[in-house]
């Protein structure tokens, strides 16, 4: 009653998940029409629990007369169904849900009967007790999907085989067959349940082996007849065949089966995303998601096993959940706890012969422990209520924190719709912008909402903006945040980066973007290896046209239009990490927006900069000297510059930083000198020489300039680094640096600001020790 309870009292609250539309719709073309066209992908089952209650609505449009009945293109007929035709949907959902409610509290039923009959009455008890309150049953008992359908039947489907195996009779030989052909038509990974009766059948025949294969071929027909009479006793050909062959629609199911499993679907995990998931997927879902009581129950029991084993009562229990989870690590359908949902009641029942276990000492464990750990465990459950699909434990930070490890069916189905629309009324809200994964349609809950994506694209809706939201109100949920379908999985990156407002059913994020009282004027493009943005699609991404352009080389060059103030950069990855200009003139304090590269996007960071060039760590302050000489030595004139020390009236240095002031042969020394731009220049194509000089001429030459003078506005700062190699075959002895800048149409030097007669055209900036 507790379970039915808690799965009843949530129907109302919850709107369509992702899936459920289409196994509704399914179901109710099967019920009406007897026809099979929408089967496909799932075997009959659900579709007949699901839509017999759905007579009692005789007000709903017959299947013949929905759009898209003739072309069976079941994502249009489910929308229309349920959207476009005036339905009661809450009323549909609620006839549709209350048989697999039932469904899942007669397995209840099974999973206490069968640990009674093999630990004891306590042992039944606790496990009854633990799967009342066992939230990823309650989440999924009360949806239209066929996981749920699989769980129970496949339990009960081994529980009816062990009966047998026990005692062969031919009744017990025909409920086994029953028991698994429902089980075949609820869900296709159940055909593991005949290899796994198989073995089972194999350790028990001993000297009964005839009759075992007698057996097992009458289970099979069974099962294969119940399986056929689901598909209505279809008989028609294999596609291209002329051969005539039963349910054929099943063996087409498994085929496309087996051809997604090879194409791999979408997964989500810690960050992560593939196509083709990881092997630990499931065993971090089940970490993540099993209540931490259970999970030490199974510690405790796999403990009693280990020390005294009990095979032949055990392995009926044990066998299917080892056998069911090893193949779903081997699976690239890595689609969400769900999958391995089967092996719950078995885990259940297994974990409950803890109570059974009267030898364990310290005896008060169990007698204080225990009974405190599963009133912990229910009144979790309750507390979740309605929101056992967002469950997961305290090693995930609880429900709060599960979308940093895993989304879609783990987390965010596309159930919390109508909370969505209940919140926003609260705050006054009058339109939302709407990123949302699921299928229900929100202006039937009469909600106003911008959709963040483009329709039938997974590209930014007009207006807007990820990198730069426009102000107002954005509901996002955790699936779309995180990108797990998204060929941009990082398209919302700039949402991560900020607290929600609110957590809808821990499922949905609603954010308020506030307007920037200071927005900024300019866009720094490093374009090295290559620009990864067009000026396009920064307008789509940014929402600005008003923007000054500024192109540099960032593997040797950084560029502070205006001196600072508000802006943004645009590093592509390849040159943004700590040992690169961006990482250390900027810092991650000033990401707004990471692309990371994945599924063949470019990977680029968004910086956004407010304030003073941030050159005085990097170039210090130092003297600057000006002399006739090459390398001047102790007699000759050297006269010291203030700086800033003007060049040619148009750009004044800064300051500089050598990496060191010694050098050794075939090393380098690297110089980062710092730049103010103070007029337009007069001969645009320059570059900044750097050079490593003795009294015989430059030992090691760095020019290069990475922001094209062109592009110079007064007021710019820049900052240049150049690489000084220092030979092999170099002498030992001291050599100066010089920078200075030249026009490489004509390669004659700007003249030096404030030095002594004669003019010179360079700058000496300290002397290097080559040893």
């Known amino acids: 009653m507790a ?3 808690q799965a009843l009292t949530s129907i109302p609250l919850k709107a369509p998940t992702f899936d459920e539309e289409f196994h509704i719709a399914r179901a109710y073309a099967y019920v009406r029409t007897s026809d099979l066209r929408m089967q496909q992908n799932h075997p009959p089952l659900v ?42 949907v809450d009323k549909l ?8 409610i039932l469904l899942g509290t007669l397995l209840g039923v099974f999973v206490y009967r069968w640990a009674r009959e093999v630990y004891g009455r306590r042992a039944g008890l606790l496990a009854m007790g633990l799967y009342a309150f066992a939230p990823n049953v309650l989440a999924h008992t009360r949806l239209v999907t066929t996981d749920l359908a699989v769980t129970a039947c496949g339990f009960i489907a081994l529980y009816a085989f062990r009966r047998y195996l026990r005692r062969p009779t031919l009744w017990r030989v025909i409920l086994a067959g029953l028991a698994i052909g429902l089980a075949l038509a609820a869900k296709l990974s159940a055909l593991l349940v005949i290899p796994i009766c198989g073995v089972l059948a194999l350790l028990e025949s001993k000297h009964r082996t005839v009759k075992m294969l007698r057996d097992g071929v009458m289970v099979l027909l069974v099962a294969g007849v119940v399986v056929w009479a689901f598909y209505r006793f279809e008989v028609r050909p294999w596609p291209g065949s002329t051969l005539p062959l039963p349910a054929t629609t099943y063996l087409l199911n498994v085929r496309t089966l087996i051809g997604h499993a090879d194409r791999g679907h979408g997964a989500f995990l810690m960050g992560q995303v593939s196509m083709h998931g990881w092997w630990y997927y499931f065993p971090v879902a089940f970490l993540l998601k099993t209540p931490p009581a259970t999970l030490l129950l199974l510690g405790a029991a796999i403990g009693n096993t280990v020390r005294r084993p009990r095979w032949r009562v055990e392995l009926p229990v044990l066998l299917f959940p080892v056998a069911y989870f090893v193949f779903a690590l081997a699976s690239s359908l890595d689609i969400g706890y769900r999958y391995i949902l089967p092996i719950a009641p078995f885990l259940l029942t297994y974990a409950a012969k803890v109570a059974s276990l009267d030898r364990l000492r310290p005896a008060w464990l169990y007698r204080r422990v225990l009974p405190i750990l599963v009133i912990l465990y229910a009144g979790v459950s309750l507390w979740l209520h309605p929101h056992y699909l967002a469950y997961f434990n305290l090693l995930a930070g609880g429900p709060d924190g599960g979308y940093r490890y895993l989304v879609d069916s783990n987390l965010d189905w596309g159930q919390d719709l109508k909370l969505l629309k209940a919140d926003l009324d609260e705050r006054g809200i009058d339109e939302v912008w709407l990123g949302y994964l699921g299928t229900a349609d929100p202006a039937y809950y009469g909600m106003r909402c911008r959709p963040l994506l483009a329709p039938g694209t997974s590209s930014p809706a007009e207006g807007f903006f990820p990198i730069n939201p426009a102000p107002g109100w954005y509901a996002i949920s955790a699936t779309v945040l995180q990108g797990a379908y998204s060929p941009e999985p990082d398209l919302f990156d700039w949402f991560r980066r900020h607290e929600p407002v609110v957590k809808i059913g821990y499922s949905i994020f609603v954010y308020r973007v506030e307007p920037d009282p200071d927005p900024p004027s300019w866009l720094g493009i490093c374009y090295t290896p290559e620009r990864v943005m067009r ?5 789509r991404r940014f929402g600005r046209d008003d923007l000054r352009f500024v192109g540099f080389d960032c593997e040797q060059t950084w560029v502070y239009p205006d001196g600072g103030g508000p802006g943004w950069y645009l590093v592509p990855t390849a040159n943004d990490g700590p040992s690169t200009l961006a990482g250390q003139l900027l810092g991650d304090d000033q990401v707004v927006y990471r692309e990371r590269g994945l599924r063949e ?10 304030g003073e060039p941030g050159v005085e760590a990097l170039a210090p302050m130092q003297e600057v000297w000006s002399s006739p000489a090459l390398a001047p030595t102790a007699a000759d004139s050297v006269a010291p510059l203030h700086v800033p020390a003007d060049v040619g009236a148009q750009v004044s240095l800064l300051g500089y930083n050598l990496s060191s002031d010694q050098g050794l042969p075939d090393g380098e020394v690297i110089l980062t000198t710092a730049w103010w731009v103070t007029a337009r220049p007069e001969d645009p194509p320059l570059s900044v020489f750097a ?48 920078v200075g800048l030249y026009s490489l149409a004509t390669g004659e030097r700007l003249p030096v600001q404030g030095a002594e007669e004669p003019a010179r055209d360079r700058l000496l900036l300290a002397p290097v020790e080559v040893r």
């Open 691 to 738: 050079h490593l000089i003795g009294s015989a001429g430059a030992l090691s030459v760095g020019d290069g300039l990475g922001y094209p003078a062109i592009q110079w506005v007064p007021g710019d700062v820049f900052v240049q680094r150049s690489r000084l190699s220092i030979p092999a075959e170099a002498s030992p002895g001291r050599y100066w640096v010089q």
């Open 535 to 539: 000026d396009g699609e920064i307008r």
């Open 93 to 100: 959902l609620f006839l549709a849900r209350f048989p697999i």
């Open 3 to 5: 379970f039915f309870a």
């Open 601 to 610: 996007v470019p990977g680029y960071t968004v910086y956004h900069w407010h």
């Open 47 to 88: 579709s007949l629990l699901a839509g017999l209650p759905l007579v009692l609505m005789p007000e709903l449009t017959p299947p013949e007369e929905i759009p898209h009945w003739d072309d069976a293109f079941l994502f249009y007929f489910a929308d229309s169904l349920f959207w476009r035709l005036g339905h009661d």
